[in-house]
C-alpha cells in the first residue's frame, strides 16, 4: 500500500501514528547528543525544521515507542529522559515588541503550567531563567532547549528599522537567559533561516556551535536521492527522475546533495511540475531589497564570496548575498581553499524550479511588467 504523503506535517507523533512516508533522521539525534550541548541550524523555510525539532523533542522526552524499528531505537539510553521547553515563533506575525513580550509570556505560562512551577518574577528574562530553574530542580534532571523559528519576529518586520531594531533588542533579552542557564541545561537546539550575529541576539554564548555549513550534518533537513528513492518507491513508479532533479534537486550545504522536501512532496501530490516551494511564500524584504538596489539579475548565477558572505550579519550590515543564500535562492555548487584557512565559495541557482520562479519574479519587479509566458 503507498504511503501517505506528510504534506506539512512536522510532527513525529502524526506522522508515525497515521502511516505517512517517513525520512530517518534520528541518527542525527544521536550525533547532536554525543557530540556537544549547544547547537544553531540555518536552513531555508519549509526545509524541515520543525519536524527535526519534534523529533528531538520526542527523543529527548524517552518516547522510545515513536523510534520503533528507525535508527534510533537501540542506539540510545531511553532511561535518560528530560524535561522539554520547546519555544517556537514561526506561528503568527508578530509587529511590534510588545506583541513579542505577550507571545513570551504565553509560551513561559504554558510551561509553568505544564511542569507545575511557579514564578516570581514579572520581567521576561526573570521568568524564563526561573523556569529552566525551577523544572531541573523539580525534575532533578537538566533541561533540554528547543527554539525553532528563532528569527521570525526580525524577518517578518526587517523593512521596518525601527520596530525591527526593538523586536530584535527583546529577543536578545529573551535570549540571554541560555548563557546564565548552563547549569541547568542538558541540551540546546536553535533554529531558523537566518543567521544573525552572536553580538546581536546571543550575546556572550559564545560556545554555541553552528552546524548550517558541517558536512557531518549536511543532510539533516531535506531528502538525499537514496532517501528519496528509497521512501518514496511506489510515488516514483512511472515519473522520470532526471526531471525530478532537474526540477528539485541541487541544494548543498558542504555535503550530498539534497532535494527540497516541499516541493517534493506536492509533486508527489499533484502529478505536476511546478513552483511549490516558490509560491508558498517568497520574503517581500528580499525582493525589495533587490529591487532597491537593482541587483543584477545575471550576476546572480556568477557570484564567489568568501565565508564572511555566508555567515551572520547586523541589522545595518545586510549583504543580499548572504540573504540569497540563507534563504534558499542560491546554494553552495563549488568551493575551494585558496589559501590556508581562506575559502571561496561559488553560488548558484540549486535547480530548475527556483531559476525560473526567482528570474522571473525579479524581471516583474523590476520591469512592473508581467514576465514572459
Known amino acids: 500500500m503507498m504511503k501517505k504523503l506528510p504534506v506539512g506535517i512536522s510532527n513525529l507523533r502524526e506522522i508515525i501514528g497515521n502511516g505517512y512516508a517517513y525520512v530517518d533522521k534520528s541518527m542525527f539525534v544521536h550525533d547532536l547528543e554525543e557530540t556537544g550541548k549547544y547547537y544553531f541550524l540555518s536552513r531555508p523555510r519549509r526545509f524541515g525544521k520543525s519536524l527535526m525539532v519534534d523529533t528531538l523533542k520526542e527523543a529527548f522526552e524517552g518516547n522510545r515507542s515513536l523510534f520503533e524499528g528507525l535508527w534510533l531505537e537501540n542506539r540510545r539510553d531511553w532511561e535518560q529522559v528530560y524535561p522539554v521547553i520547546r519555544v517556537s515563533f514561526g506561528q503568527g506575525i508578530i509587529g511590534s515588541r510588545s506583541e513579542l513580550e505577550e507571545k513570551i509570556a504565553e509560551i513561559l505560562y504554558f510551561y509553568e503550567q505544564k511542569f507545575g512551577v511557579v514564578s516570581d518574577f514579572k520581567s521576561i528574562s526573570g521568568r524564563f531563567a526561573q523556569l529552566i530553574e525551577s523544572v531541573s530542580i523539580k525534575y532533578n534532571q537538566r533541561v533540554v532547549l528547543l527554539v525553532d523559528e528563532y528569527d521570525k519576529p526580525i524577518l517578518d518586520n526587517i523593512i521596518c528599522r525601527d520596530r525591527v531594531e526593538e523586536i530584535r533588542d527583546g529577543l536578545k533579552n529573551f535570549y540571554s537567559v541560555i548563557k546564565d542557564s548552563d547549569a541547568h541545561l542538558h541540551f540546546v537546539f536553535i533554529t531558523g533561516v537566518s543567521k544573525f550575529s552572536k553580538v546581536s541576539l546571543f550575546s556572550g554564548l559564545n560556545n554555541l556551535v553552528d552546524i548550517t555549513l558541517s558536512p557531518m550534518f549536511a543532510t539533516i533537513c531535506?531528502?538525499?536521492?537514496?532517501?528519496?528513492?528509497?521512501?518514496?518507491?511506489?510515488?516514483?513508479?512511472?515519473?522520470?527522475?532526471?526531471?525530478?532533479?532537474?526540477?528539485?534537486?541541487?541544494?548543498?550545504?558542504?555535503?550530498?546533495?539534497?532535494?527540497?522536501?516541499?516541493?517534493?512532496?506536492?509533486?508527489?501530490?499533484?502529478?505536476?511540475?511546478?513552483?511549490?516551494?516558490?509560491?508558498?511564500?517568497?520574503?517581500?524584504?528580499?525582493?525589495?531589497?533587490?529591487?532597491?538596489?537593482?541587483?543584477?539579475?545575471?550576476?546572480?548565477?556568477?557570484?564567489?564570496?568568501?565565508?564572511?558572505?555566508?555567515?551572520?550579519?547586523?541589522?545595518?550590515?545586510?549583504?543580499?548575498?548572504?540573504?540569497?543564500?540563507?534563504?534558499?535562492?542560491?546554494?553552495?555548487?563549488?568551493?575551494?581553499?585558496?589559501?590556508?584557512?581562506?575559502?571561496?565559495?561559488?553560488?548558484?541557482?540549486?535547480?530548475?524550479?527556483?531559476?525560473?520562479s526567482f528570474t522571473e519574479y525579479l524581471l516583474t519587479c523590476f520591469t512592473r511588467q508581467p514576465a514572459s509566458p
Open 222 to 356: 531535506g531528502l538525499t536521492e537514496s532517501e528519496l528513492v528509497c521512501v518514496f518507491e511506489e510515488h516514483l513508479k512511472g515519473k522520470n527522475l532526471d526531471d525530478i532533479r532537474r526540477w528539485y534537486n541541487g541544494y548543498s550545504w558542504l555535503g550530498e546533495r539534497i532535494y527540497n522536501p516541499f516541493s517534493i512532496l506536492n509533486f508527489f501530490r499533484e502529478g505536476l511540475f511546478r513552483n511549490y516551494w516558490f509560491e508558498s511564500g517568497t520574503p517581500a524584504f528580499l525582493l525589495q531589497l533587490l529591487t532597491e538596489r537593482h541587483y543584477p539579475i545575471p550576476a546572480i548565477e556568477k557570484l564567489e564570496v568568501g565565508a564572511e558572505l555566508l555567515g551572520s550579519f547586523e541589522l545595518d550590515n545586510i549583504f543580499v548575498e548572504t540573504l540569497l543564500f540563507q534563504t534558499g535562492y542560491l546554494t553552495i555548487t563549488a568551493h575551494e581553499e585558496v589559501l590556508p584557512g581562506e575559502v571561496l565559495y561559488r553560488l548558484n541557482y540549486p535547480n530548475f524550479e527556483v531559476k525560473k
